[in-house]
T-cell receptor
Framework: SQKIEQNSEALNIQEGKTATLTCNYTNYSPAYLQWYRQDPGRGPVFLLLIRENEKEKRKERLKVTFDTTLKQSLFHITASQPADSATYLCALDPGYSSASKIIFGSGTRLSIRP | DADVTQTPRNRITKTGKRIMLECSQTKGHDRMYWYRQDPGLGLRLIYY???????NKGEISDGYSVSRQAQAKFSLSLESAIPNQTALYFCATSDQSGFVMETQYFGPGTRLLVL
């Protein structure tokens, strides 16, 4: 069956460290993958998009990798801060044959402790 | 995101009642979506609309209907609510961007409890 999994439901790390979140998928061949941030009581907010021919994408303290062989994306936050605490969702395009235009993972709740 | 608004923000209803959730956007986007979010299951697409005359079912449309009253308005109806429709509902918009995966812009969500 087709799945998109974010391996850690919750991740707690010390302020200043690098947070690494994982998104794995099976039986999809997405051309694109996105990462969103969701704060409690609010809708997700788009952070980054990476294409299948891009190995890495950066935006300020954020870095995303996309390995189509491993079927995995990694999302890194360097020099993490308590304000980075939120739930992070990965999303991919499942292809034209799918009833859904975009498939979301269930998210990883990241907590940065001071 | 203030560009996408949802009403109501919270709603408690009883089994069998009809309920409508409304979404408005000022982003000028043609494409609008309704999702539900459940713990551990992520966001799942209920319906989407690419313009006023175009309505499409998503992966979990059973028990729901939608109406696209205008480019800026997309409403979701539960004709006869049941407890397993208790969830957080999000409206989203996107701009047609050709061959690039579309960025979704989400509203603040409606928390629905069906008793």
């Amino acid at each position: 069956s087709q799945k998109i999994e974010q391996n850690s439901e919750a991740l707690n790390i010390q302020e200043g460290k690098t947070a690494t979140l994982t998104c794995n998928y099976t039986n999809y061949s997405p051309a694109y993958l996105q990462w969103y941030r969701q704060d409690p009581g609010r809708g997700p907010v788009f952070l980054l998009l990476i294409r299948e021919n891009e190995k890495e994408k950066r935006k300020e303290r954020l870095k995303v990798t996309f390995d189509t062989t491993l079927k995995q994306s990694l999302f890194h936050i360097t020099a993490s801060q308590p304000a980075d605490s939120a739930t992070y969702l990965c999303a991919l395009d499942p292809g034209y044959s799918s009833a859904s235009k975009i498939i979301f993972g269930s998210g990883t709740r990241l907590s940065i402790r001071p | 995101d203030a560009d996408v608004t949802q009403t109501p923000r919270n709603r408690i209803t009883k089994t069998g009642k009809r309920i409508m959730l409304e979404c408005s956007q000022t982003k000028g986007h043609d494409r609008m979506y309704w999702y539900r979010q459940d713990p551990g299951l992520g966001l799942r697409l209920i319906y989407y609309s690419f313009d006023v005359k175009d309505i499409n079912k998503g992966e979990i449309s059973d028990g729901y209907s939608v109406s696209r009253q205008a480019q800026a308005k997309f409403s979701l109806s539960l004709e006869s609510a049941i407890p397993n429709q208790t969830a957080l509902y999000f409206c989203a918009t996107s701009d047609q961007s050709g061959f690039v995966m579309e960025t979704q812009y989400f509203g603040p969500g409606t928390r629905l409890l069906v008793l």
